[in-house]
């Protein structure tokens, strides 16, 4: 095992810990070639004909060396994640993990097409329980859907809605219009069905700007307004009723960062009650419904460089029951392994994070 | 004076505090009629051919009771804000104001047509000139500029830059592209010339939704989500290198709450650290330059429902400098007086918020 991954603290060593889910772990398609087994022969052929090489997402570009930990490059070319024993070896053994979820980036948002968009997806699914999931009991791993027509993303979850393997249904979180649109509840009606967590992740692709005053010149300004979306995103679903209509669904937000939430509990509490009148159908404080309904993993941690800030934070939050354990392999976000838990956690919150927080949200 | 402008409690009397400087005071055009004696020939024409009723802009609806405190109201169906009598009484008698700076909300970033905007952004500087400067010595004033044509927006900076009254340059926080873009430049390099910070307000008007994830539907989402708009222009001034350009330049977030400021803080440094190489100039913490150059009003105050939450909040700023006193007089987000500072702040910290941080932003 490679001196940047090896485990240094005595904290960290694989029996310190048992029944450890980690909640974001990134398995990637080698290359197009490997869904072909999956895809029905239209669109095979139309792979094909198109000359389309890869839908691996650019979040984290290949030949960059901060795009993924040091260590999990393949030496076929293939993308980092995109080998079951070097993720068991890197991923899975290190934190003696039960289970991990797999949240496959593969971008099938980002095809305007909506029926090869779905096609995409199904087979990205069936090759995720063929080459994973059949081969490896401690991971399960979230439904790809195509968000572009939540009608066939809803027969996606129908398809595997069932099947044991599948805990999550997932999205990324720059979307074609807010999640809270009743354009998406199709797919909220589906995954409540099957007691599925929406599991939404950072990046997508759409025709709005990734910052809400235009077009950032610098993937630095990019990747830090994420956060700013998922606040949205929040607001959103809260405000539209998702969570009215669908009473016992979760969603899961995933690369989020965590920090942000007191300031917009505090901030949205405080409007709603100005305001409430345009939304009766909240009603109750949204910060009850964002502790009851949203959970926040919480890797990479955003964290001030004083570690009281961040217990001060958690504990703003008020409720020990929203932050689930993640690693986010193989990106470069991850860089240290102790870094991946915040340090001097309650023991009792700790346990939390690591393992009874998920095991409320997911069916495992 | 109205019972809901009372002030109830023995700290809030005029004597309890000295210096005061709120930094948030707005006031209103009563009519575009008010205008004209201080636009050319030309655009008078133009707004009566075209039948133009006012630019008074929609953030505050007439007629709603919560756009505007009680008893802010006129009679004559003018907007709250345009009365200078009233204005005295109910914003710089009650919390004894050594200084008030008003921003003026018109709309002169909607218009489209670059040179009429310019037109009405030196009206409306001449008529807070005549109208409010001259007869209240308590009084400054933001220039308005239309930031539509950052060249023209200089000139008017120019006009004004040495007029004792005016003390900040205003723009409005939903720009065209995010405020660190070298389109801007012209404006800050004008600003800082003349010693003045540059405030960013809540609202403004572009083609953009005001949510990175898309057109949210009710303006409760809108304004929660205003604060993000904030981080955002933050992350893109420092991004791009403006206070590296112009080291003298502040920039005042108004309206902007500022309890998300310490988690933006935290994920800023942590990604520019991987990430630096893209934008080499920005060569220290971001959290340093924001420090040094970035100040928030304080309302309306997004805060928990503890206040100790509050407290560990603006300690996570690591700097009592940032923090600006305002009332954001006479909307409804300043609904009760007692509620414009935080409780059980440190006297000292009182003091700067109250006062000295203002001083050493603006010039008087």
Same mark, same amino acid.
């Given at each position: ?149 939540? @009608?066939?993303?809803?027969?996606? %979850?129908?398809? !595997?809605? *069932?099947? $044991?393997?599948?805990?999550?249904? =997932? ?120 502790? @009851?309904?949203?959970?926040?993993? %919480?890797?990479? !941690?955003? *964290?001030? $460089?004083?570690?009281?800030?961040? =217990? ?53």
């Amino acid at each position: 095992m490679d001196d940047a991954i090896t485990l240094k603290s005595e904290n960290f060593r694989n029996e310190a810990r048992t029944g450890v889910i980690d909640c974001d772990v990134h398995n990637a398609v080698p290359s197009i070639q490997a869904l072909f087994p999956y895809l029905e022969d239209r669109w095979r052929d139309y792979v094909v004909e198109h000359g389309i090489k890869s839908l691996e997402p650019n979040y984290y570009p290949r030949g960059t060396p901060l795009s993924a930990r040091p260590g999990s490059e393949l030496p076929n070319g293939h993308p980092p994640g995109s080998n079951l024993d070097v993720l068991r070896q890197q991923a899975l053994d290190p934190w003696n993990v039960q289970y991990a979820i797999l949240n496959c980036l593969y971008g099938v948002q980002m095809i305007h097409n909506e029926d090869w968009a779905a096609a995409m997806a199904r087979a990205v699914n069936d090759w995720q329980n063929a080459e994973w999931l059949e081969k490896e009991p401690r991971l399960r791993a979230s439904i790809v859907v195509a968000s572009q027509n939540p @009608e066939q993303a809803a027969e996606e %979850i129908h398809r !595997l809605g *069932e099947h $044991p393997g599948f805990v999550q249904v =997932l999205l990324m979180v720059h979307s074609e219009m807010p999640y809270g649109k009743k354009h998406y509840w199709p797919i909220y009606e589906a995954a409540q069905q099957y007691g599925l967590p929406i599991g939404i992740h950072a990046g997508g692709v759409t025709g709005y700007p990734t910052m809400p005053v235009g077009w950032p010149s610098y993937y630095l300004e990019d990747y830090v307004s994420q956060s700013q979306a998922f606040q949205s995103q929040i607001v959103s679903l809260v405000s539209e009723g998702v969570f009215k209509k669908f009473p016992q669904l979760r969603v899961v937000l995933i690369e989020s960062g965590f920090t942000w939430l007191p300031s917009l509990m505090w901030r949205f509490d405080k409007n709603w009650k100005g305001l409430r009148r345009e939304v009766p159908w909240v009603n109750r404080l949204p910060s009850e419904i964002i502790k @009851e309904h949203i959970r926040l993993t %919480i890797q990479p !941690l955003d *964290e001030s $460089p004083k570690p009281e800030h961040l =217990l001060e934070t958690i504990e703003q939050i008020r409720s020990e029951d929203m932050l689930l354990f993640s690693t986010d392999y193989p990106h470069w976000h991850f860089d240290k392994n102790e870094e991946a838990l915040p340090a001097k956690l309650p023991p009792r919150l700790e346990k939390k994070i690591l393992s009874e927080n998920a095991r409320s949200v997911y069916r495992f």
